[in-house]
Each structure stands twice: as structure tokens, then as C-alpha cells.
């Protein structure tokens, strides 16, 4: 998501690890190439002069801290602008609300409904949709088919094409906590259409409104943000497509518009593809410090009930059984890509063949293991040759398997200890920086 921005800010933070002195030349230049990334990612004009500013005039003329060096400040600053320019951490609530779903035709507000449900669903929580959805031929028995995926409530009526009647009627119908009122969209933002939303607003009395966006939009997703922000205060904002578009800008100049932050992200058509939105991960991961948490919420959400201890993953010392169990959740998580967008590939390694095991070598793993003793499993390294013959026989493979076994065995070690010494270094700047 957002690459071709993510690449243009890394490279101009890059060019400026390269400089021997930070000075007012080596700012500028930062400044400049800062400027041409966002524009070229549809960030509104207005928006990334004033960025700019801000971030020279701090740059040159804040002293950094004690044990900060002058690189290290100014890298903070453009962080910090940049979590600023995405607006703040929107809190979801996990209780008792109703949630009115704004956005035009084909922004996605069908499908993020059903993933905002199993969001809450997944969290504990009763919940049910409403389809107010009159205008879309089809809107109903759509919305209807996710539901029943994610084993929520519905309730809709494709004969009526009074919004106003439906929502009326599912208010009364539905007891669920968490009542999520998906509406119309159209194409164009007509007058009926927003009075429509306003007589909704009104009528669900709902806490929260959220707005749908297409991060494809580029500068009209502003336009849309003020239409809907004047007619009923959107309070936060769900930007779609993310895995779509190399360009997204205009999305974020958009929530800066509506002064509200950004709930989720949606990354992708199915169901599960819902991120909930961190300024500060997007931040660290869209100039490549990487975001672990996010990570780990994924592979806890992959793995469930199963008993792994996510911090394991990143704690370097686990046995080949931890590493079968990752193995099978990283293969659960789904999109390879998304999973290594997420990991801090900046300065470390992390060999794509690590993370990339089909689910038959998965199997053949499992019958090598079998054949393994409780000792050889907790760690793998200390077989000998005849030991490998043995398990080899035994599980009717051949050495070349079992020493393949065991090679990525270590690999996986050793990315996975990286990875930990990229978390903490990462912590530690920020704990510099006082965050
Ligand atoms: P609505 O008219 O706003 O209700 O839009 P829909 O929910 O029907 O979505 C329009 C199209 O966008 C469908 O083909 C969806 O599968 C697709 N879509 C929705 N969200 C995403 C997303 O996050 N990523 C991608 N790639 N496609 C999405």
C-alpha cells in the first residue's frame, strides 16, 4: 500500500543517512524530495507546503536532544509530521453503538460493513446489519451473503425503497450491541441522497458515522470528506483499496479534511483484509522502520486459539515445534506480500524463501519430525550424521530432506533474532524521543 510513496520517502530518508553534515543544504534538499514524494502520491498541495514547512523550520531550528544525533532529530520530525498529517489514533470502542455507514457507489462500504462485523464479532460482541441500500440492485442479498459468512445478523428488504422505513424496522427488529447501518451510495453526491443520510443520522441517532474512501480517488475523496463531514460530522474514516493503489494520498488529504482520524484500512476484497489503523505503525512502516506489532496482532488473530505465544516469534530462542506452529500460522495469514510489507525489511534481512513453505513440504516436515526425539526437537542442531541417517529412515525421507529441515530450521532462527534486534532498535530510538 502506498509503495511508490513509501519508496520515494525511503529513498530521500536515505540520501539524507548518506550526508556527512545535516545542514540548511542537506535540509532543503530533504524538504524537496519529501515534497515531490507526496505530491506524487495526490496529497493535496496546501497540505504538503505547509508539511514541508513545518518540518524545515523544525528541522533547523530545534536543537536536538542529549544523545540524539542531528540525522536521528530530523528523522523524528518527519515522522512525527507525517503520524500528524494522518490525523490522531481513533479509539474503536467495544460496546453498546450504532455505527451509520457513509461513502458514494463502489467505494467498498458493502464489503467494509461485513468486515467491520466480524471485526466487532470477533471481539465478543453481538452484532447485526442493517441494509439501507435501496439504490444498488443486488445491495441486499450482497450484504446479506457476508453476514451469514461471518454469522451476523441481517436485516434488509430488497422490495422497499424507502431507506428511511427499512431502518426504521431493522431499529425495532435487531437487539444486537453493535448495529452497523450500511446506506446508499450513488454515484454522484445528489442533495436527496445526503438528506437521506441526515433523516438516517437522525433517526439511528447513531455514534458513530463513518466514511468509506477510495484510496484511489486521488483529489475528489476531498470534496466527498466535506460533503458528508457538513451533513453528518464524520467522526472517522475507512479507507479502501490500500493493496490497490500505489497512490492513496488523496485519502489521507481527505481525513484531514473531516478533522477525523482513520479507523481502518482495507487492503484487500476479502473478508479478513480489515487493518485497524495505527498512525504511528503506518508511519514507521511506510518509511520502512517496519511495524511488529501489526504483525503480531495478525498472527494472533491467525492463530487463535492455538497455544503460541506470539512473542515467541520474534524472540529468537524457539524449538522446531514453535517454528512448525509458525509455519502453519504465517501459511493461515494469508497474502506473502502483506505478511513482508509488515516486517522491518529496511536494514534487515529477511529471505523470502524464509516465510514462502508450500503446505506439502509443511506435511513432509511433519513426518521428518515425527521421527525426531523430544531433545532433537527442542533443538535441532545438535543431530549428528548418524542421528540424521536415522530420523531420515525412519521417516521414510531422504538425508537431503532432513538436512534441509534442519538448515531452515536455523534460518528461520537467525531471521527471527533479527528481527527481534530490529524491534528493539526501533524501540530504543523511540525511547529516545521520549515517545
Ligand atoms: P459499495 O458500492 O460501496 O457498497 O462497494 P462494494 O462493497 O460492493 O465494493 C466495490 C468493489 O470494491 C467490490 O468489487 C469489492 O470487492 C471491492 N473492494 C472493496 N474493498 C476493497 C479493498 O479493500 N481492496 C480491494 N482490492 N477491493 C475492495
Redesign the pocket.
Request: glycine content about 20%; hydrophobic content about 25%.
Given at each position: 500500500m502506498l509503495g511508490n510513496l513509501g519508496t520515494n520517502l525511503k529513498d530521500a530518508l536515505k540520501k539524507l543517512a548518506g550526508k556527512t553534515v545535516i545542514d540548511r543544504v542537506a535540509v532543503e534538499e530533504l524538504v524537496k524530495d519529501l515534497q515531490r514524494a507526496l505530491l506524487q502520491s495526490d496529497v493535496n498541495v496546501k497540505q504538503v507546503m505547509q508539511l514541508s514547512q513545518t518540518i524545515k523550520k523544525r528541522s533547523l531550528d530545534e536543537e536536538p536532544p542529549k544523545g540524539v544525533t542531528a540525522r536521528e532529530h530530523v528523522l523524528k520530525i518527519v515522522y512525527e509530521e507525517l503520524v500528524h498529517l494522518v490525523g490522531g489514533k481513533v479509539d474503536v470502542q467495544l460496546g453498546r453503538q450504532t455505527i451509520l455507514m457513509a461513502?458514494?457507489?463502489?467505494?467498498?462500504?458493502?464489503?467494509?460493513?461485513?468486515?467491520i462485523a466480524r471485526y466487532f464479532k470477533k471481539k465478543g460482541l453481538r452484532v447485526g446489519v442493517i441494509c439501507a441500500?435501496t439504490f444498488?440492485p443486488g445491495?441486499y442479498t450482497?450484504i446479506k451473503t457476508l453476514c451469514d459468512r461471518v454469522q451476523v445478523n441481517c436485516f434488509g428488504n430488497p422490495k422497499e425503497t424507502d431507506a428511511r422505513k427499512i431502518v426504521a424496522e431493522g431499529l425495532q427488529h435487531l437487539k444486537d450491541e453493535v448495529i452497523i447501518v450500511?446506506t446508499q451510495?450513488r454515484h454522484a453526491l445528489e442533495d436527496e441522497l445526503i438528506q437521506e443520510i441526515i433523516d438516517l443520522n437522525e433517526m439511528t441517532h447513531a455514534t458513530h458515522r463513518w466514511l468509506?474512501l477510495?484510496?484511489a480517488l486521488g483529489q475528489q475523496a476531498r470534496e466527498q470528506a466535506r460533503r458528508f463531514h457538513e451533513a453528518v460530522q464524520i467522526d472517522g474514516v475507512i479507507i479502501?483499496?490500500?493493496?490497490?493503489t500505489a497512490k492513496g494520498g488523496g485519502a489521507l488529504s481527505a481525513v484531514a479534511e473531516t478533522g477525523a482520524g482513520i479507523v481502518f484500512?482495507?487492503?484487500?476484497?476479502t473478508i479478513e483484509?480489515?487493518e485497524w489503523f495505527d498512525p504511528d505503525s503506518f508511519i514507521s512502516r511506510l518509511l520502512g522502520m517496519g511495524d511488529l506489532k501489526a504483525l503480531a496482532e495478525k498472527v494472533q488473530e491467525s492463530i487463535n486459539e492455538e497455544d503460541i505465544d506470539v512473542n515467541a516469534m520474534l524472540s529468537g530462542k524457539f524449538t522446531l515445534r514453535d517454528m512448525y506452529k509458525q509455519l502453519e500460522a504465517v501459511n493461515k495469514m494469508g497474502p506473502l506480500k502483506q505478511v513482508l510489507s509488515m516486517l522491518p525489511l529496511g536494514g534487515m534481512e529477511v529471505p523470502e524463501g524464509a516465510i514462502e513453505v508450500t503446505s506439502t513440504k509443511m506435511e513432509r516436515y511433519r513426518i521428518i519430525m515425527d521421527s525426531m526425539t523430544s531433545t532433537e526437537m527442542d533443538d535441532p542442531t545438535v543431530m549428528n550424521g548418524s542421528r540424521v541417517q536415522r530420523i531420515a529412515m525412519g521417516a521414510g525421507a531422504t538425508l537431503e530432506e532432513v538436512r534441509e529441515l534442519i538448515k531452515y530450521y536455523k534460518m528461520m532462527k537467525r531471521t527471527f533474532k533479527n528481527l527481534k534486534g530490529g524491534e528493539k532498535g526501533m524501540q530504543r530510538l523511540m525511547k529516545k524521543f521520549g515517545r
Open positions: 461513502g458514494l457507489q463502489g467505494s467498498g462500504k458493502t464489503t467494509t460493513t461485513a468486515k441500500d444498488r445491495a450482497q450500511d451510495g468509506v477510495d484510496a479502501t483499496k490500500m493493496d490497490g484500512v482495507g487492503a484487500g476484497e483484509d480489515l
